[in-house]
């Protein structure tokens, strides 16, 4: 079990801060997806990044909750859900219906059947710290997927000889999102929540 962030003060202020730059990161994409209402159109850009990224956010609610004194890790996933359900709203609303198919087929597959597949596992194959173990390392491993996700954008980037798709303040805030929560982990002997950021370098 994970030490109280009341006996670390410094982990309390990385945890804070954590879940600044992440707050941050969630907001990034509001750009692109104002464009979307505006233009009424996702201009062929992927869903992906955003079904893994609500998938992310919800275990590791699930995550905190079988540990103590991560209320840091919940405020902030708690945020990243409604958010990025909002961002797949609009996605939902603007998208061609090929792109709505497989985007609500994805959604079924990762955010339900994934979640509940998991939820079944830990609950019947391991308890006590054997199930924080299995459930952190799938937690560090989706992590890092969400952190790789905006690479599906790249092809758009060479294509259209621009940037705008994966600006570069998006990747900086990851970064230093990456090295709060490095640091939280770290102080707090979480390893999971640490290797995040291990996993990227």
Known sequence: MSASTSHH???FAFGVLGNITSFIVFL?????FWRVYK????EGFQSVPYVFALFTATIWIYYAF????????????????????????????YAT???????????FLVNFGGFCLILL??????????????LGWVCVTFSV??????LSVMKMVIHTKSVEFMPFNLSFFLTL???????????????????IFASLN
């Open 28 to 32: 990034a994409p509001l750009p692109t």
């Open 145 to 150: 997927s969400v952190f790789a996700a905006p």
């Open 121 to 134: 596992l830990a609950h019947f194959l391991s308890q006590g710290p054997t199930r924080v173990a299995v």
């Open 66 to 93: 079988l540990k103590s004194n991560e209320i840091l890790l919940i405020t902030i996933n708690s945020f990243g859900c409604v958010i990025e359900t909002i961002y797949i709203a609009i996605y939902l609303t």
């Open 97 to 107: 219906k090929q792109a709505r198919v497989s985007t609500l087929r994805l959604l």
């Open 177 to 195: 999102s990456a090295v709060m929560w490095l640091s939280y982990g770290l102080l707090l002997k979480d390893l999971y929540v640490a290797n």
């Open 9 to 11: 003060p410094l982990a």
């Open 39 to 42: 233009k009424k159109s996702t």
